[in-house]
């Protein structure tokens, strides 16, 4: 299973980012489950997810200002993030999971200045 994060950056307060997390070699899309995210020491917490049918779930801190998309075109799922806030910096890292084991991406930090 080969995932690829991307996009993270250093924006300010209000801004936008768009993460990717691309799959590659046997590994579809579908297979790609959501979006967690890991602030300087905390614990991982979910923040979006996306089934196969295309239905999506929101954390309550994010709703309204975050969208999970998937292409399958590109094979990719992607989190347009809206509105940031200093409490969203963290490294985001997407999740797939195939025949009931869970991978990871290997994470891309978001950083959003005050």
């Known amino acids: 299973v080969q995932l690829q994060a991307s996009g993270g950056g250093l924006v300010q307060a209000g801004g936008s980012l768009r993460l990717s997390c691309k799959a590659s070699g046997s590994t579809s899309s579908h297979h790609i489950v959501g979006w967690y995210r890991q602030a300087p020491g905390r614990q991982r917490e979910w923040v979006a997810a996306?089934?196969?049918?295309?239905?999506?779930n929101y954390a309550a801190s994010i709703k309204g200002r975050f969208t999970i998309s998937r292409d399958y075109a590109k094979n990719t799922v992607s989190l347009q993030m809206n509105s940031l806030e200093p409490e969203d910096t963290a490294v985001y890292y997407c999740?797939?999971?195939?025949?009931?084991?869970?991978?990871w991406g290997q994470g891309t930090l978001v950083t959003v200045s005050s």
């Open positions: 996306i089934s196969s049918g295309g239905v999506t």
């Open positions: 999740l797939a999971r195939v025949r009931n084991r869970d991978y």
